[in-house]
């Protein structure tokens, strides 16, 4: 079963630091872009971070530059968001998927893997 699963959501204050991982199981995600997205209650899903199939390349939303990073870990089939000074807008439920057409972060992602989302809160 093809499947990605995210990890490492929680509650935290203003200010703190969350990593969250992307495990791919059933495929290799060496070979994909893979992007983090977040959706709030009420608001529509928005791109966050993406990063190429090699790593050397990653594109971040405004909002986020300068506190998330996203990085991969090929050999573990992992891929990570180090997440630091969060503010209480990044309270999300945060998904990661898997671009099908293309290995760099310039695809859509409308065909793309999904997971199935982990919950981040922040507030004190």
């Known amino acids: 079963q093809l499947q990605l699963v995210e990890s490492g959501g929680g509650l935290v204050q203003p200010g703190g630091s969350l990593r969250l991982s992307c495990v791919a199981s059933?495929?290799?995600?060496?070979?994909?872009?893979i992007g983090w997205f977040r959706q709030a209650p009420g608001k529509e899903r928005e791109g966050v971070s993406c990063?190429?199939?090699?790593?050397?390349?990653?594109k971040n939303v405004d909002s986020v530059k300068g506190r998330f990073t996203i990085s991969r870990d090929n050999a573990k089939n992992t891929v990570y968001l180090q997440m630091n000074s969060l503010k209480p807008e990044d309270t999300a439920v945060y998904y990661c998927?898997?671009?099908?057409?293309?290995?760099?972060?310039?695809?859509?992602?409308?065909?793309?893997?999904w997971g199935q989302g982990t919950q981040v809160t922040v507030s004190s």
């Open positions: 059933g495929f290799t995600l060496e070979y994909y872009a």
């Open positions: 990063i190429s199939s090699s790593g050397g390349s990653t």
């Open positions: 998927a898997a671009d099908r057409d293309t290995a760099y972060c310039s695809g859509s992602f409308h065909r793309a893997y």
